[in-house]
């Protein structure tokens, strides 16, 4: 069972879920975003989002039209990663399509990157074997003043 953190765009609060690692994400429609797809190999037992990340999966699975495999979404600091770990520390990044084809992988690339969906489509030339897109948040939010004062927790 994780404990997931939503921060709600709508409303600017924090919201607090429970799931099993087999149920979707909150927010996310059809089961098509599975708690455990979205942290991948992460170990924490908190995990965190927002509402307007939730909702963009939704719009982009629709618009793409097939399954969209995972890799991970959320990833703390430590866990490893590349440039944009920012973003998956936010978690409000996914790193998609790794088990597809190369021509696959090209499809949902242009999916995302055509979708106006996403702040950031990470360019297919630094992402060769996965596809990198995000839903930046405000920095002014609430979000990011949780952020900050939970890296100084740093708690498991
Ligand atoms: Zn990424």
Not at 71 to 77: D, E, L, N, S, T
Not at 83 to 108: E, I, K, P
Not at 111 to 118: E, F, I, P, Q
């Amino acid at each position: 069972m994780a404990k997931i953190i939503v921060f709600n765009n709508d409303t600017d609060r924090m919201e607090t879920y429970y799931r099993g690692e087999n149920e979707p994400m909150p927010y996310n429609t059809n089961g098509t975003l599975r708690v455990r797809e979205f942290r991948g190999s992460s170990k924490s037992s908190t995990l965190w989002t927002t509402k307007r990340t939730m909702q963009s999966w939704n719009s982009q699975r629709y618009i793409y039209g097939s399954a969209i495999p995972v890799g991970f979404a959320f990833k703390r600091p430590w866990e490893g990663g590349h440039g944009n770990q920012s973003q998956h520390y936010a978690g409000v990044a996914f790193d998609v399509g790794q088990r597809l084809s190369q021509s696959q992988r090209t499809r949902l690339w242009n999916s995302a990157n055509n979708s106006g969906v996403w702040s950031f489509v990470e360019p297919i030339s630094l992402t060769p074997t996965w596809v990198h897109f995000d839903k930046r948040f405000r920095y002014s939010s609430l979000l990011n003043w949780w952020l900050s004062s939970t890296k100084k927790r740093k708690f498991e």
